[in-house]
């Protein structure tokens, strides 16, 4: 069974020397952590970077992928994971059409994009309208976001301009965009909030704790996943850190005698036996 996973970094901007901002750092340090756990797992994984040339981000005639191929490298990447050319897009419209162009020239199981938070929403509209079963690209997709550069007042002023972009996309698609959605009969699609809420990532667990004893041992997962009823308890009960959710009661050291577990519903602690 083809299992085969594409890993999209979204462009940013560079200045005259190429070197790339923040952003494009920060989304570079989430693909390289996304591509060990993917790696860990087991799997096939191609890393596809996006950015053109264009004096709005990038006022040189080397394309922004370029100086992100450069970047990936040096954090470890190996060159031959890094699809070559990269994405010479000039706007996320043009990210989200070339995306699909190139997964249904090639065979993946699943795409993963990558961008920050305050673009999360615009990727999830554009990539879930363009990428999917409804689209003739049936393909599993979702848009991962990091924490991004901005903050306070700056970040508030982006995210209501993101917002007044999507509602424009959604509403009165224009250019690249309204020529794609007409040609591939996607205004339902476009219209609807679905599409995005697919390409939403799996609830984020917390897995930060203290070591554990050395001579502890833990419950068995297993019997964590088998007691359906005292873990709905314990959540109901507060759980959590102050709870064990097999035997529900109070940890007598929180912070040291209780470590996260994950199952297919929760992410949540159990006792030690001594």
């Known amino acids: 069974m083809l299992n085969r996973i594409l890993l999209v970094q979204l462009g940013s901007t ?8 923040r952003d494009g750092h920060l989304r570079a340090e989430h693909v390289v952590m996304r591509l060990a756990q993917l790696h860990e797992a087991g799997k096939d994984v191609c890393i596809l970077v996006s950015g053109g040339s264009d004096a709005a981000f990038n006022p040189t005639s080397v394309p922004h992928w370029s100086y992100v191929t450069h970047m990936l490298v040096d954090l470890g990447v190996p060159i031959a994971q890094i699809i070559q050319p990269g994405l010479a897009a000039m706007h996320t419209v043009d990210e989200a059409i070339m995306t699909r162009a190139h997964i249904l020239a090639h065979s993946f199981s699943e795409v993963i994009v990558v ?3 305050f673009h999360a929403a615009r990727a999830r509209h554009l990539f879930g309208v363009a990428i999917g079963a409804h ?3 049936d393909v ?12 306070g007042d700056e970040l508030t002023s982006r995210l209501e301009m993101e917002k007044q972009k999507v509602a424009t996309l959604r509403t009165n698609p224009f250019g690249a965009w309204l020529e794609f959605v007409e040609a591939h009969d996607l205004h339902a699609a476009n219209r609807s909030f ?7 990532p799996p609830p984020v667990v917390d897995r930060q704790y203290s070591p554990p004893p050395v001579d502890a041992v833990v419950q068995p997962v297993a019997l964590l996943e088998a007691s359906v009823e005292k873990r709905e308890a314990g959540q109901r009960a507060g759980g959590g850190d102050t709870l064990c959710t097999i035997c529900l009661k109070a940890f007598a050291d929180a912070q040291s005698r209780s470590q996260p577990f994950e199952c297919s519903r929760y992410s949540y602690n159990a006792c030690w036996k001594e």
């Open 14 to 21: 560079n200045d005259e020397n190429g070197s790339v901002d």
């Open 194 to 200: 679905r599409p995005s809420s697919s390409c939403q």
């Open 115 to 117: 961008t920050s938070d």
């Open 140 to 151: 599993a997709c979702r848009v991962e976001e990091h924490v991004g550069s901005l903050t």
């Open 135 to 137: 689209a003739g690209c």
